[in-house]
């Protein structure tokens, strides 16, 4: 009770401090990348000066979701929960609970007793999926003179599935109340949604880099370990160096650890793939690398060059019967990085490539494919293999890395 007569208080001295409930803001809560828009709209136009009532109050609506939206975008956690409510007490005018199915997450301007109240309608808007609207007779407290007349507490679902419930309470029951609680939640269910979708992208793209190793350590670990068996009595110290960059190459390959790396960090693993095929192909393979000095501190995603490194040695050059050449160069170009990798081989029939690029004929090159949807998936589709090829003319790939990482995927 004591609880009940401090908010009271406070309500008395400072009303519910949130926004008008009558303010048609049902739109404006669609998603994070429309808030955005608005909010960078207003400012543009208006020079920071918003002058009508009407305009403010759009503004600051706006722009509270936008500071609500980055805490949800971690999911239904109850951190996330708690660097939420803030904001969305102020777009809901009233006290705030989060709830997952296990129980509450965060609280904000709802005392312990009314808290406990609410424990109930949360549960059953969990289990049945349904909105509750609470009468004043649900949330007596004890104290004769409490505030608090009305509520509404409504499920968040996530892919259709309920994950949690929001509810929110006010000093008068009204309709308006109930939608703008729906709004509201539909408003959070959404960034939950986004929330998922960035975490299943993730899993994807690990899922795929496991793919890409899957398909590297085969037929490489047979032969650097045949390269380094063929000097283990002839050369020694030969043996021990190659054995040296193979237990170097194999732990980078398979680190768990970050996606991203450097390209001086990506071009040492080329070396030392390099250094274990020069043993083994001897003199039937000569190697240029041509390297600008400013890209070397650019990311990009690990395992990205060498697969194409590989596969130009793989493809290219192994089934040739005479020496080869691979040629590797890095310029460069203002605002991206433009690696080109060129060999002397066999070459390739262009409709193949565009199969084996396409996914639809995986049965080589797998490394090609794979590094290609990785770079448009990171970048953008502008940012996929350029391959030139022909039977008998050699192959040269190009790609671009940009020199600023995107924010959406920083580490």
Known sequence: MEDCRERRRSLRCHGTGG??????????????????????????????????????????????????????????????????????????????????????????????????????PLHVAITSGKVQVLAARQLTCGDSLCPLQGGVVVPLRVDGEVVGALGTLATAPSSTLARLGAEVARFVSTQLELAQLERERSRADRAELRF????????????????????????????????????????????????WVTMAEELRLVDTYLDLERARFGDRLAVSVRVAPEV????????????????????????????????????????????????????????????????????????????????RAVFGEDYGLRIRSAPGAGTTVTLRIPKRRPAAVLD
């Open 212 to 259: 890409l190793r899957a398909q590297i350590a085969p037929h490489f670990v047979y032969n650097a370990l045949t390269a380094i068996e063929s000097f283990v009595r002839t050369d020694p110290e030969r043996a021990r160096e190659l054995l040296v960059g193979f237990a170097d190459f194999t732990r980078y390959s398979f680190r768990s650890h970050g996606q």
């Open 19 to 120: 926004l008008p409930l009558d303010v048609a803001i049902w739109g404006a809560l669609a998603g994070v990348l429309f808030v955005a828009a608005a909010v960078g709209w207003f400012g543009l136009h208006t020079g920071g000066r918003l002058g009508a009532p009407s305009q403010r109050t759009t503004y600051e609506t706006l722009h509270t979701a936008s500071q609500a939206a980055p805490g949800l975008r971690g999911g239904l956690t109850r951190e996330s929960a708690q660097n939420a409510v803030p904001h969305l007490r102020r777009l809901l005018g009233g006290g705030v609970v989060l709830a997952d199915r296990s129980g509450m997450l965060a609280v904000n301007d709802v005392d312990t007793s009314h808290s406990a109240l609410l424990e109930g």
């Open 296 to 375: 070397l501190g650019v990311m990009l995603p690990s395992l990205v060059i060498q697969p194409l490194v590989e596969n130009a040695v793989r493809h290219g050059l192994e089934p040739s019967e005479r020496p080869g050449s691979l040629a590797i160069a890095i310029a460069d170009d203002g605002d991206e990085a433009t690696v080109r990798i060129q060999d002397d081989g066999v070459g390739a029939d262009p409709v193949h490539l565009l199969r084996v690029l396409s996914g639809t004929d995986p049965s080589e090159a797998v490394g090609l494919h794979n590094v290609d949807e990785r770079l």
